[in-house]
């Protein structure tokens, strides 16, 4: 994810100085450094999930699939779409549907096919594999709608608070993290560090 | 390789507006989609070997091979390492090590790994495998060595002519291609199209 942040900061996209209190990589090391370091930590990881010296027992044909999910969570069919979209769409008015959207792609995506990549790996599928997607999309969705309201007084213009107020997007958000918790009612107490996480959403203030 | 051409035109990068006679990526439709469209066709290739619908018969074990081997030649042990180096020594006097270390790197690492790639998806292996990866090499260096020529009235000062002299330079990449076909000496003529994209690296003119 690092890398789509990097890139994410840079002048011709949203224009960052900052990043969690740090400059950003292109205030530091200038533009085609951040380009260039974006490129390779997103083809790296690539690299760490074939890498036999890192996984000497992963099964080849999950692997396979690890790689096809990660590749179209984090790419034109997922984060970069969703960015793409974002992009485009700076300084217009978009409608709540265009902003799901944008919400789905550019942050619930990734989100969303972490918790797949997790759950593939561990030999999940069908129902399991299904809730625990269905977990992913809402906490992805979740997370967004905070990271806007936490960001309210930024520029953008096309995010949940601002087109339906703070407190009917935090309430949207509360019941995507009831939701989230909920489709993982049919794991056992091994399953509380995700119901921890979807809590944590609500709560950060930074 | 079009995805690194794209951010490679950048403003921050080389600063092309113009790619094969035809406005660049980012002059037609802007900085940030330009970087988006690069990330995107760089995710879309892990995608592409991993899509079971391309590829139905694959052994996925060979897939795994696939991946790993495109991932490293793409990114930061790779390509991008080597534009890394180039970039960060833009305007410096390097010597021919380290125009040596960027030829291999930046152009000849994807040259390489899309001849192993093809061999390995074919059942290559052992001195086949071996042989089929020199021949990679010695034509992704001839492949730079003739650009550089080809560009000489360009801004670039850390090239084999520039340092070398264009007639050095040339009989330099001369000796890479003739290197590269004798490598293949093992292969019968199914091999012909691999020694006719030697000979026409020293013939094109643009």
């Not at 030999?123 to 969705?141: H, P, R, V, W």
């Not at 939701?179 to 009612?185: Q, V």
């Amino acid at each position: 994810h690092t890398y789509s942040l990097i890139h994410d900061d840079l002048p011709s996209m949203d224009n960052d100085d900052f990043r969690r209190g740090k400059l950003s990589n292109h205030k530091v090391f200038g533009e085609s450094i951040a380009i260039l370091t974006g490129d390779a930590l997103l083809t790296r990881a690539f690299s760490v999930l074939t890498d036999r010296g890192i996984n000497p027992n992963i099964d080849p044909d999950r692997c396979m699939d690890l790689v096809y999910e990660l590749s179209l969570a984090a790419g034109g069919s997922g984060m970069v779409g969703g960015q793409t979209v974002d992009v485009v769409n700076q300084g217009r008015d978009l409608d709540l549907k265009a902003v799901e959207y944008i919400y789905k792609n550019k942050t619930g995506a990734l989100i969303r096919g972490a918790v797949r990549l997790g759950a593939i790996a561990a030999g999940a599928a069908g129902d399991q594999l299904l809730s625990l997607t269905n977990y992913g999309e809402k906490i992805g969705f979740a997370f967004q709608i905070v990271d806007d309201i936490l960001d309210i007084d930024g520029h953008e213009k096309n995010t949940y608070p601002f087109i339906l107020g703070m407190e009917k997007a935090g309430e949207i958000g509360e019941g995507l993290v009831d939701e989230a918790i909920d489709s993982l009612r049919g794991f056992d107490e091994k399953a509380d560090p995700l119901r921890m996480i979807a809590r944590f959403l609500m709560e950060r203030r930074h």
